[in-house]
């Protein structure tokens, strides 16, 4: 009889289990390239010379975006004003540090400098300090990536700074691993923006910063 009873009481809580071991998965993207672009530039640095050394400061972004999941719109139309934080939708780490690993990675790649983000630059040795806002970032689902940023260049040593802009409107396929790509898109096309700035001032230019998008 008591063997009944715990099976009976053991029932329902098997069912819990059960239920909860087939909820919904949680998915992880990146936004960090899964291979090097085919435009990258060459190293800054002179044959023989100490390699260039940049910095990304912690990028600044809007509230809603310094977390884990993803946040996206609508499509246009009555809901499009309405913001979704996904939860079983996330980047590997928060959206502001998960851009601003691919970015440093990415820029060092594209200028062969070191990122002084994960490497310790040795005392003395100047290196080019980035400092990134973002300043829109709407992944609208099944759309597009609406996208504005500005940054920051300043030598460690004297010299002057430079302030550039850029917007992007990024098509998009569907579903959630398309606003992934979309936004790897995003971050590639910035890293290469910001490579060009960094080569022009290194090389006494002023940098071609294109302007916002309306």
Same mark, same amino acid.
Request: glycine share 8%; hydrophobic share 45%; aromatic share 4%.
């Given at each position: 009889?008591?063997?009944?009873?715990?099976?009976?009481?053991?029932?329902?809580?098997?069912?819990?289990?059960?239920?909860?071991?087939?909820?919904?998965?949680?998915?992880?993207?990146?936004?960090?390239?899964? $291979?090097?672009?085919?435009?990258?530039?060459?190293? +800054?640095?002179?044959?023989? $010379?100490?390699?260039?050394?940049?910095?990304?400061? !912690?990028?600044?972004? !809007?509230?809603?975006?310094?977390?884990?999941?993803?946040?996206?719109?609508?499509?246009?139309?009555?809901?499009?004003?309405?913001?979704?934080?996904?939860?079983?939708?996330?980047?590997?780490?928060?959206?502001?540090?998960?851009? &601003?690993?691919?970015?440093?990675? %990415?820029?060092?790649?594209?200028?062969?400098?070191?990122?002084?983000?994960? +490497?310790?630059?040795?005392?003395?040795?100047?290196?080019?300090?980035? $400092?990134?806002?973002?300043?829109?970032?709407?992944?609208?689902?099944?759309? &597009?990536?609406?996208?504005?940023?500005?940054?920051?260049? &300043?030598? +460690?040593?004297?010299?002057?700074?430079?302030?550039?802009?850029?917007?992007? %409107?990024?098509?998009?396929?569907?579903?959630?691993?398309?606003?992934?790509?979309?936004?790897?898109?995003?971050?590639?096309?910035?890293?290469?923006?910001?490579?060009?700035?960094?080569?022009?001032?290194?090389?006494?230019?002023?940098?071609?910063? %294109?302007?916002?998008? %309306?």
């Amino acid at each position: 009889m008591k063997a009944m009873t715990f099976f009976r009481m053991a029932m329902p809580l098997a069912v819990v289990l059960l239920a909860a071991c087939s909820g919904p998965t949680t998915r992880y993207y990146s936004l960090a390239e899964t $291979a090097p672009p085919a435009t990258a530039t060459a190293s +800054t640095a002179k044959p023989g $010379a100490a390699p260039l050394f940049i910095e990304l400061a !912690p990028l600044s972004v !809007p509230e809603r975006l310094a977390r884990p999941q993803m946040v996206v719109r609508q499509k246009d139309g009555a809901d499009a004003a309405q913001v979704a934080v996904l939860e079983q939708h996330r980047w590997a780490s928060s959206f502001d540090s998960e851009l &601003r690993d691919a970015l440093g990675s %990415a820029i060092a790649g594209r200028l062969g400098a070191v990122d002084g983000t994960k +490497t310790n630059r040795p005392r003395g040795q100047p290196a080019v300090r980035i $400092a990134v806002q973002v300043n829109r970032f709407d992944a609208v689902v099944d759309s &597009r990536i609406d996208a504005a940023f500005s940054w920051t260049l &300043r030598r +460690t040593e004297d010299g002057p700074s430079a302030g550039c802009q850029l917007g992007l %409107a990024q098509p998009i396929g569907t579903g959630m691993e398309a606003v992934a790509q979309g936004a790897r898109a995003v971050a590639s096309q910035l890293a290469d923006a910001i490579a060009a700035s960094v080569k022009a001032q290194q090389a006494g230019q002023t940098p071609p910063c %294109a302007a916002p998008a %309306a």
